[in-house]
């Protein structure tokens, strides 16, 4: 499979948003050290409603004109002395790398980039900056056009400047541009230093320091400088049904999706990795706190709007207690997300930053990718027939766990693991169904 790279233009604000330089401050849930990553992924989108326009000049015409009202993509992130927090310099004239690029073969021909053994050639699709360089673009973009018409939208975005629920905001006002509507929606907010800002003084009356560590020499996402890998595969909503059920009748509460399935995965991942029993280990995925703040926050804010959230365990726990004990330790963390919970959160970044804030080690991040409205970012070829995670370093954990938006009924999901795991994993995995549907144990 080859991929040609045609050019790479510079893409700027229709029309100049501001007439002089300045900076502009992000939040301390920004700068969070676990967010000094960058984001990669890509939409498919098929080319269904047999369009004949160019991708690569709708989208670009359509970033355009977002710039203008989503400037700050178009900045450079740089470090600032002397506490080394991330800043957005916006300069007149500045604009957002987009690359074109072909590739003389169907989408199918790689079966929707669907199949692990595609890693890659998909990476070949989306830009790979240096989160840790002194000057970041806050965002790269690549088109790539496939000889079906279909194409591939990539995206690598600087964490800091958004999460998810962010980006979403930006690409679904691209994508309502590039239908023809000479408005968006949704009016950006930033103000993130004074919305999401420590309190004066700063105070931590929530025990943050229950679920946070501080350890200046940890990064991290350093790893076991062994190979990781992907894996994924598709879990049918029925067996979501099922297992829910056993939970249900083991413990008599009622789990969620990402609950019950995230239990089970981190204790076939736990099992598999071997860690000594007695050692801590960690379950961490992020909360939507825009309506938990008092005030919340503006439905046009996109800056990073969710904190990181903690479920410690022992190594022996995670793997030999029931199930639904674990799930009910995610579950209950959730009651941790108040207003007090992210003031103290903010105010620890603020008294403790340079110290080196992390989760621990030991990290299992998961994320849920299945409500960020992906689906809803239509530039005129319909929305993406799947959207497909190239990250590999997210909530402190260097080998995340996705869960995504299936087919037929079924939610995919992807996990990163080292190499020499992997068997283990889906060993660990297969003795769990089994031993579950089929003998009857509390699991």
């Not at 893409?11 to 939040?27: M, N, Q």
């Not at 190239?390 to 087919?407: A, I, M, N, Q, V």
Request: one cysteine or more; hydrophobic letters at 40%.
């Amino acid at each position: 499979m080859h991929l040609t790279i045609h050019e790479t233009a510079v893409v700027r604000p229709l029309k100049s948003p501001f007439d002089h330089d300045h900076l502009l401050s992000l939040s301390h849930i920004d700068t969070d050290r676990n967010l000094l990553v960058t984001l990669r992924y890509l939409r498919l989108y098929s080319n269904t409603l047999h369009q004949k326009a160019d991708p690569f000049r709708v989208i670009s015409a359509a970033l355009s004109a977002a710039l203008v009202h989503y400037y700050p993509f178009a900045g450079t992130l740089k470090r600032r002395l002397p506490d080394g927090r991330l800043e957005l310099h916006c300069r007149v004239g500045d604009g957002v790398p987009v690359v074109s690029s072909v590739v003389n073969s169907p989408l199918s021909s790689v079966n929707y980039l669907d199949d692990v053994g595609v890693e890659e050639f998909a990476q070949q699709l989306v830009p790979d900056p240096d989160p840790e360089e002194d000057s970041i673009r806050p965002i790269t973009l690549q088109v790539t056009r496939f000889s079906c018409g279909g194409f591939v939208l990539g995206a690598a975005v600087h964490h800091a400047i958004c999460d998810g629920l962010g980006a979403t905001l930006f690409f679904n006002a691209m994508a309502e541009l590039a239908r023809g509507s000479g408005h968006v929606t949704v009016d950006p907010t930033w103000d993130r230093s004074t919305l999401l800002g420590p309190r004066n003084p700063p105070r931590v009356e929530f025990p943050i320091h229950d679920f946070l560590s501080l350890d200046k020499d940890f990064f991290p996402y350093k790893g076991s400088g062994k190979r990781v890998i992907k894996d994924c595969f598709s879990v049918k909503e029925e067996w979501l049904d099922q297992l829910k059920g056993l939970l249900f009748k083991q413990s008599g509460l009622k789990f969620t999706t990402f609950e019950a399935l995230g239990a089970f995965i981190w204790r076939a991942r736990t099992r598999a990795s071997k860690v000594p029993g007695d050692e801590k280990v960690t379950f961490a995925y992020s909360i939507n706190i825009r309506k938990t703040v008092n005030p919340p926050l503006p439905a046009g804010y996109w800056g990073n709007g969710c904190v990181p959230m903690y479920v410690h365990l022992t190594a022996g726990e995670v793997a030999e207690q029931p199930i639904w004990r674990t799930a009910d330790s995610i579950k209950k963390s959730k009651h941790n997300a108040t207003n007090e919970y992210v003031s103290s959160f903010i105010d620890f970044q603020e008294l403790h930053y340079e110290k080196g804030i992390s989760g621990g080690r030991r990290v299992s991040g998961f994320t849920d990718w299945r409500h960020l409205g992906h689906s809803t970012v239509d530039f005129g070829w319909g929305g993406p027939v799947a959207v497909v995670p190239l990250s590999r370093h997210l909530l402190g954990s260097p080998e995340p766990c996705f869960f995504l938006p299936g087919k037929e009924q079924t939610i995919k999901v992807l996990v990163v693991l080292e190499e020499d795991l992997v068997s283990v994993f889906r060993q660990e995995m297969d003795e769990l169904k089994k031993g579950f549907f089929f003998s009857g144990s509390a699991i």
